[in-house]
């Protein structure tokens, strides 16, 4: 039995021996108002029961020396507050140790960590002797070294105003933050905290001061500068992201220098108007700063300039040049400038540019056209507006009208046009056009117009006049060789003429119309031209409804071979330019007739026919020629006339031979021989 003792007595003494406590895991310090400091840690595993105590040790400087400031014999007792700890001035250092029973006495574990109370720094930056700071330079120290791996990784910064509550001012990993306030005047307080994944919390002592607020409000940024169509000047800018602005100053760029103009009251008011109309001559530059109610200005932002507009108007090609200034700094950019125009009426969008010019073809005369141009930026919800510029479209003065009196056939189958132009006003030419259907027409040629003379005259030669009717359309060339004043369109008609097939003394007579008279055509005159004597007046008058005529040329047979005809048209009255007594000619129409010549073969010079004399009928006078010759061959007798004969003076009775040539209607040349009986009554 004895025996049994000793052996238990060596277990009990081996297991105490063997067996000890883990430190309390210290997790959390807690600094107070006052400055105690509240542990907070995790109790060590016990199975065996045998806690004694736990020791909690200080210092104020982590090299120590640390001095035991409790004994706590409560094992379930996970808290404990060190009174006078003086946390509110600096960081203190605790670490603790768990007492235990070793089977003889107690005995201390291992030390635990060591942690440092969190000290919150308070740096007062820009504080001087005449005012409070303006910010907070706030640091703090680590929980511990290397930081436990039970603490997170962010820490919390709480900030007080006016001993109100305490909000959280920032969530961050780092251990330093400046803070600023947007309150004129204000006292902050300011604490730290870091919690432990066990649910306990460090926080850091309470610290803080007067500050008043030096941090200017946010710039403002441009929306748009818009020029009204009063040349007044529209300014927006949205609103300043710092909530304690309370207006804005307006600036003007004057002579180089950001010169304030205005002030406006409240953050939402960010529309200006800028009541002087010189955005109508130049371009102006407008800047703007934020202003908040401690007095503090943002710095001035970059400004923007108005669209200026410049519209020069081209007088020969009749356009609008339209030169601009570049739009910058507008948001997100631009996407396009549109030219908005207006003559009269609503503007309308002529075009779309990314250059800073447009030229617009007016095609317009005496018309006041009015332009200005918008910008749109790429995202295309802001535009912004230019000046507006407005200019005459007009035309150099010119002719006002330009009349065609007639287009007619010369006897040399050209055409003469004869033009009438207004005078009241000059022009450089006027240019005449010809076309054989009416609808494509060609240039022939331009008559340069002279001051103050209304008539003119346009000579088209080399023409098919007998086939072909033409078309002649004018127009006046001002003094950019623009065309301006058209014409009225004349055509020129024609004419031919058939002789008759069973009558050689028939000749009938065809024609078309011609069209252009501002009067309209009142009759025809029908002209016939025997051996191309065109001093003869007309021989019939036709009325306007009738295009044919049967001409009786008996009574002409004896006049010679070559008979034309031509025609002319007769304006009537009324004729609105004032023109009188115009016409127009149709071409020359040839009709051929069989020359016939009837010569006697006997005469009696002293008797009934005294004379010797062939009869003609349409036979060419110029050509025509007549001899007569003796037996022996002298020549008796000779004449071109065919008016004159032969008398047979100092000639004896006998047979007499003779020549008579001539030219036929055709052209074609005759010769007629035979002989002449000359019988002398006694």
Known sequence: MKRIRLIQLFVLMVSGLLAQLNPPDVRCLSVGLTGNITITWIKPLDPTGLFVEYEVFHSSSAAGPFTKIASIPVYNITSYTHLGANGNTQSQFYYMRTRFDNGSSSAPSTRSDTLRSLFLNLQLIGATSSGDPFAAGISYNVLATPQLSSTVNTYTIYRQGNLGPFNTLLVTPTRNYNDTTDVCSIFYNYQVAIADQSGCVSQSNINGNTFVDKTPPKIPTFDSVSVLPSG????????????????????????????????????????????????????????????????????????????????????????????????????????????????????????????????????????????????????QNITASSNRQKILAYEPPSSSFVYIKSASVTKADDIEVRLLVDTLLNCSAIKLERSVDGINYTSIGTIPFVSKQPDYTYLDAKLDVKKINYFYKATILDSCSNERAIANTFKTFSLSVRADEDDKFLNHLTWNFPTGFNAGIVGYNIYRIVNKDYGVGPVAFVGVNNYNFTDNVENNASDGGNIVYFIEALEGLGNVFGVSNENARSNIAEVFVESEVFIPNAFTPNGLNPVWLPVTHFVEKTDYRVQVYSRWGNKVFETNDDKTGWDGSNSEDGIYVYLVTYQNSRGEYVERKGTITLLKTR
């Open 232 to 379: 007044q000047v529209s300014i927006g800018w949205t609103p300043s992201a710092s909530p304690d602005c309370n207006g804005y100053a307006v600036y003007q760029n004057i002579n180089g220098i950001k010169t304030k103009i205005d002030q406006i009251t409240g953050r939402n008011n960010t529309l200006y108007t800028f009541t002087a109309t010189v955005a109508s001559t130049v371009s102006i530059t407008f800047y703007v700063a934020a202003t908040d109610s401690c007095g503090n200005i943002s710095p001035i932002n970059d400004g923007q300039s108005s669209i200026f507009l410049k519209a020069n108007y081209s007088v020969c090609p009749r356009q609008t040049i339209l030169n601009w200034t570049t739009y910058e700094g507008l948001k997100t950019g631009v996407l396009r400038y549109e030219v908005l125009a207006s003559n009269g009426g609503n503007f309308s969008r002529i075009g779309i540019t990314t250059a800073s010019s447009f030229t617009h073809q007016t095609n317009a005369n005496n018309v006041q056209w009015t332009y200005f141009i918008r910008v749109v930026n790429t995202a």
